[in-house]
């Protein structure tokens, strides 16, 4: 399949978590043109089984690989931690294959922490991926992984601040003398400053979407996929499983503007 640097970058999550790293792109990388996916008719991944993950994940995947992608996202944490390996095998060769964990686990930054907290959706807490990567690479680091269900579904359905900040202190209260704490699942990337007030800044928040982004950037420098053409991007396209939910259209105004296209794609049977 003939790609370019022109070609757009695939994006998907289970929802709006992948937002924020699709808005990281376009601020490292303006020029990009992206297609998201987010399978709004799925959500939440968190509580679904292994099996209905990487069935679901790769028919997104597949579908935006037929979208004549020069690289694949997978957004979300859920999905990496339970599908990743799948998805590298159905596409090797055939296409780049980014994900938001293993450039975040690579990373140097965690050489400087001495007890991290991780906080996911049971889908990624219970498939250890997190666990067994840390633990490989780096021996003397504490590592404390907290399931947070009611997280990523609130954050979906747009509820206030003011409900979700007693579910969030509910959560991190079992969070006792970390160094840092990584978000594991890209929904999480909206409470940042609340997760951070919590901490009253005394713990390193990890910055995913910029080490992710900037892992992408570097990667498509390398094999000379990056889209140097100032006046070439495109309106992106956003794709929703359901029709397009009210909180998923205003996040992506607010984030992205009106020059967007919405399309709704539903997969036969899954
Ligand atoms: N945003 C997804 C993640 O990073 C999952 C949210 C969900 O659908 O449960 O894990």
């Given at each position: 399949m003939k790609i370019s640097p022109l070609s757009p970058i695939g994006i998907f999550d289970s929802g709006i978590g992948g937002l924020l790293i699709a808005k990281e792109i376009k601020i490292q990388m303006p020029n990009e043109d992206f297609i998201y996916f987010g399978d709004t008719k799925n959500m939440p991944y968190g509580e679904k089984s292994k099996k209905f993950i990487r069935k679901n994940s790769i028919k997104i995947a597949s579908f935006l690989y037929q979208k004549k992608c020069k690289a694949l996202v997978i957004a979300c944490n859920s999905i990496t931690s339970n599908a990743l390996d799948l998805i590298q095998k159905k596409f090797h060769r055939k296409i780049l294959i980014f994900n938001v964990i293993d450039p975040v686990v690579n990373n140097k930054v965690f050489l400087s922490y001495k007890k991290i907290g991780i906080i996911a959706t049971p889908a990624t807490i219970h498939s250890n991926f997190y666990l067994k990567k840390i633990k490989k690479y780096y021996h003397n680091l504490d590592l404390v992984q907290i399931s947070t269900p009611l997280l990523a579904p609130v954050i979906e359905n747009g509820w206030e601040m003011k409900k979700i900040n007693p579910i969030i202190k509910n959560y991190l209260n079992d969070l006792k003398s970390i160094d840092a704490i990584l978000l594991a699942c890209t929904h999480y990337l909206f409470l940042k400053q609340e997760i951070k007030n919590f901490f009253l800044g005394k713990v390193h928040l990890i910055d995913?979407?910029?080490?992710?982004?900037?892992?992408?950037?570097?990667?498509?420098?390398?094999?000379?996929?990056?889209?140097?053409?100032?006046?070439?991007?495109?309106?992106?396209?956003?794709?929703?499983?359901?029709?397009?939910?009210?909180?998923?259209?205003?996040?992506?105004?607010?984030?992205?503007?009106?020059?967007?296209?919405?399309?709704?794609?539903?997969?036969?049977?899954?």
């Amino acid at each position: 399949m003939k790609i370019s640097p022109l070609s757009p970058i695939g994006i998907f999550d289970s929802g709006i978590g992948g937002l924020l790293i699709a808005k990281e792109i376009k601020i490292q990388m303006p020029n990009e043109d992206f297609i998201y996916f987010g399978d709004t008719k799925n959500m939440p991944y968190g509580e679904k089984s292994k099996k209905f993950i990487r069935k679901n994940s790769i028919k997104i995947a597949s579908f935006l690989y037929q979208k004549k992608c020069k690289a694949l996202v997978i957004a979300c944490n859920s999905i990496t931690s339970n599908a990743l390996d799948l998805i590298q095998k159905k596409f090797h060769r055939k296409i780049l294959i980014f994900n938001v964990i293993d450039p975040v686990v690579n990373n140097k930054v965690f050489l400087s922490y001495k007890k991290i907290g991780i906080i996911a959706t049971p889908a990624t807490i219970h498939s250890n991926f997190y666990l067994k990567k840390i633990k490989k690479y780096y021996h003397n680091l504490d590592l404390v992984q907290i399931s947070t269900p009611l997280l990523a579904p609130v954050i979906e359905n747009g509820w206030e601040m003011k409900k979700i900040n007693p579910i969030i202190k509910n959560y991190l209260n079992d969070l006792k003398s970390i160094d840092a704490i990584l978000l594991a699942c890209t929904h999480y990337l909206f409470l940042k400053q609340e997760i951070k007030n919590f901490f009253l800044g005394k713990v390193h928040l990890i910055d995913i979407q910029k080490i992710v982004v900037q892992e992408i950037k570097e990667k498509l420098s390398e094999k000379k996929l990056l889209c140097l053409h100032p006046n070439w991007n495109r309106f992106p396209v956003f794709y929703t499983s359901s029709s397009i939910p009210f909180f998923f259209e205003k996040k992506v105004r607010i984030l992205f503007g009106r020059k967007v296209l919405f399309k709704t794609h539903v997969f036969n049977s899954v």
